[in-house]
């Protein structure tokens, strides 16, 4: 049961040197950069020589389908350049996928860190997202934004252990990174001919740090 990483990325020195430490012991990690101008790239050949520039932005789902097809084994674990794996979290994998079949896909839940102090409500804890699935069955959807791996007719192991994510540095980093997520969002659902609520997409991100603070 060999193991692929795959890892999207964009100018992400501040983070990827933690994440790709992480997951060192994988059998190989595949990073796909959309044109990095900083020293993303310079750390990342450190931890692997299969990187691969791909700058024709078409969303984050299909950038995410272009990393594990470019994997040589079957079996892919998708993580984000502000994840790190534990080795807890690392041991329960290991244990686990030789006990797999291609149906299987694994659900890690996410533990975020914001602000000084990991979240444990809000709506931020527990979120089980699938992480690792094997390509021959299953794929990343197409989304713009909030893409996710299609689980459907596949059966789901959640796993015990968190994967650490360290995505906001501070409120305004926060903000800015949802703003800008809502617009692709805004942009996917026009794409599938709805309208689209700007007012409601714009107001989540302050109802949930709102809702964190208080």
């Known amino acids: ?13 501040n983070t990827i040197a933690r994440c790709l430490e992480s ?8 990073l796909l950069d959309s ?12 931890y692997t020589d299969k990187i691969f520039i791909r700058e024709d932005w078409q969303g984050f789902g299909e950038q995410r389908r272009r990393a594990e ?56 804890h527990p979120d089980h997202i699938a992480r690792i699935y094997n390509k021959k069955k299953t794929s990343y959807n197409r989304n713009l934004v909030h893409e996710s791996v299609i689980t459907k007719d596949c059966e789901l192991i959640t796993l015990k252990e968190n994967i650490l994510h360290f995505q906001h540095q501070d409120i305004f980093t926060y903000l800015n990174k949802r703003n800008h997520y809502a617009n692709l ?14 007012q409601k997409l714009l107001a989540l991100p302050y109802l949930l740090l709102f809702d964190i603070i208080f």
């Open 23 to 30: 997951v060192k012991w994988a059998d190989e990690i595949i």
């Open 69 to 124: 097809q470019l994997a040589s084994n079957d079996w892919i674990f998708a993580i984000d350049c502000d994840e790190e794996v534990s080795e807890t979290l690392k041991n329960e994998i290991l244990n686990t996928l030789p006990r797999c079949s291609e149906e299987n896909v694994l659900r890690i839940n996410r533990l975020t860190y914001f602000c000084g102090q990991f979240i444990y409500h809000s709506g931020w």
């Open 1 to 13: 049961m060999k193991l692929s990483v795959c890892i999207i990325c964009k100018n992400e020195e």
């Open 185 to 198: 969002g805004a942009k996917q659902i026009i794409q599938k001919g709805k309208k689209p609520h700007y």
């Open 35 to 46: 044109g990095s101008t900083d020293n993303t790239l310079e750390i990342a050949k450190k």
